[in-house]
């Protein structure tokens, strides 16, 4: 049987940010917003992410703050913001 990557995962490792969103929920979601979704518990978004990047726990980050799932037409969305 042949294993086949997700298409998102057409670039070598990508950044994914975890955390939980202002109604306590798991958001994973692609640093460029390419890709993202909604998870009941912490497991199931470290999952997804490890899925979607390939299998690259480094690339991983968990948010402290608040991070809302965002998939509108800004790529760059979840990216956290960088103090001036």
Known sequence: MKLV???SCSSPSTIVFIGRNHRGQW???QQNGLYGGLFVNRAQAI???LFE???HPE???ELPREIELDMGSRPDAAAPKRAA
């Open 47 to 49: 999952k997804y992410a």
């Open 53 to 55: 990047n390939g299998q």
């Open 5 to 7: 990557e997700p298409p």
């Open 59 to 61: 690339t991983i980050i």
């Open 27 to 29: 958001v994973a979601q």
